[in-house]
T-cell receptor, first 110, second 115 residues
Framework: GQQVMQIPQYQHVQEGEDFTTYCNSSTTLSNIQWYKQRPGGHPVFLIQ?????EVKKQKRLTFQFGEAKKNSSLHITATQTTDVGTYFC??????????FGTGTRLKVLA | DTGVSQDPRHKITKRGQNVTFRCDPI?????LYWYRQTLGQGPEFLTY????????KSRLLSDRFSAERPKGSFSTLEIQRTEQGDSAMYLC?????????????FGPGTRLTVL
């Protein structure tokens, strides 16, 4: 069955450093979504990518969808303490049965 | 607060009992998803509805799980004969689906503990 893996599992950064998490699917995706979940909270939608090679930016966050639509990345520039949380990608192969990745837990040290 | 509500927020039950959870989505949203999340893991897809039609169901879902969305508004998820392995956070999400757009708004979840 379809699998979605994320690396790294954990990342500790100093405030102001950059952060990147990578998402890889075992199958070609129709679209991919990214979510942020704070400790004790629920997932919060960040973005959806649909097109091959697509790049979208939201302030300090940059999202990319690979040319083959099997991988994606989220890059945060100059992290802040408010960026703390777990970042999940969720891939859809066209059936809307979203498969969430294993998540990357980000800690930002002030 | 995303506008998606779930009830109850916490449920403690004994093994073998039946439980039912309710999700109230954002009012104009046509899609409703159910997920299950255990500690340290990402949400696991269970099922989703387009209006009142249940379009997909995870093969991981045993026959003990059933979901309904009778009028295309609120939804219920029932677990029969609960097992300790069913202990998890059950999340509901709704979206206003259009081609190329499926922004899911998650509710706060129902935490189930099976003793």
């Amino acid at each position: 069955g379809q699998q979605v893996m994320q690396i790294p599992q954990y990342q500790h950064v100093q405030e102001g450093e950059d952060f990147t998490t990578y998402c890889n699917s075992s199958t070609t995706l129709s679209n991919i979504q990214w979510y942020k979940q704070r400790p004790g909270g629920h997932p919060v939608f960040l973005i959806q990518l649909v097109k091959s090679g697509e790049v979208k930016k939201q302030k300090r966050l940059t999202f990319q969808f690979g040319e083959a639509k099997k991988n994606s990345s989220l890059h945060i520039t100059a992290t802040q303490t408010t960026d703390v949380g777990t970042y999940f990608c969720a891939g859809d192969s066209g059936t809307y049965k979203y498969i969430f990745g294993t998540g990357t837990r980000l800690k930002v040290l002030a | 607060d995303t506008g998606v509500s779930q009830d109850p927020r916490h449920k403690i039950t004994k093994r073998g009992q039946n439980v039912t959870f309710r999700c109230d989505p954002i009012s104009e949203h046509n899609r409703l998803y159910w997920y299950r999340q255990t500690l340290g893991q990402g949400p696991e897809f269970l099922t989703y509805f387009q209006n009142e039609a249940q379009l997909e169901k995870s093969r991981l879902l045993s026959d003990r799980f059933s979901a309904e969305r009778p009028k295309g508004s609120f939804s219920t998820l029932e677990i029969q004969r609960t097992e300790q392995g069913d202990s998890a956070m059950y999340l509901c999400a709704s979206s206003l689906w259009r081609e190329g757009t499926d922004t899911q708004y998650f509710g706060p979840g129902t935490r189930l503990t099976v003793l």
